[in-house]
Nanobody, 128 residues
Framework: QVQLVESGGGLVQAGGSLRLSCAASGRTTFNTYTMGWFRQALGKEREFVAA????????YYGDSVKGRFTISRDNAKNTVYLQMNSLKPEDTALYYC????????????????????WGRGTQVTVSS
């Protein structure tokens, strides 16, 4: 139904910024999907970062990134973004985008198992 491809990762110094993109392709009603960002550091569990819904269009962030990261979407381009500011070494991880068409409008989850579609990830490394 849909393929997700992340881009924009790289190496950045602490305090710097990156913008990640997640492009969706294939036949999909992208604008109806809840989209999320997760990250996973080596040897650690996958962690919820942010999500954005279709209806009513609400945004959610994990506690560790509130005030620093911003999730947005451009449905006309089938793309979701994650603007990452004030990066810290502990933000270092493989960042994944994920999507799901929620059973009810505006639904989301912080649990990775809730999402049906995943990209392969893009690496973000923050040096001190």
């Amino acid at each position: 139904q849909v393929q997700l491809v992340e881009s924009g990762g790289g190496l950045v110094q602490a305090g710097g910024s990156l913008r990640l993109s997640c492009a969706a392709s294939g036949r999909t009603t992208f604008n109806t999907y809840t989209m999320g960002w997760f990250r996973q550091a080596l040897g650690k569990e996958r962690e919820f970062v942010a999500a954005i819904t279709w209806a009513p269009g609400r945004i959610y962030y994990g506690d560790s990134v509130k005030g620093r990261f911003t999730i947005s979407r451009d449905n006309a381009k089938n793309t979701v973004y994650l603007q990452m500011n004030s990066l810290k070494p502990e933000d270092t991880a493989l960042y994944y985008c994920a999507g799901n068409r929620p059973p009810v409008g505006g639904g989301y989850s912080t649990l990775p198992e809730w999402y049906d579609y995943w990209g392969r990830g893009t690496q973000v490394t923050v040096s001190s």
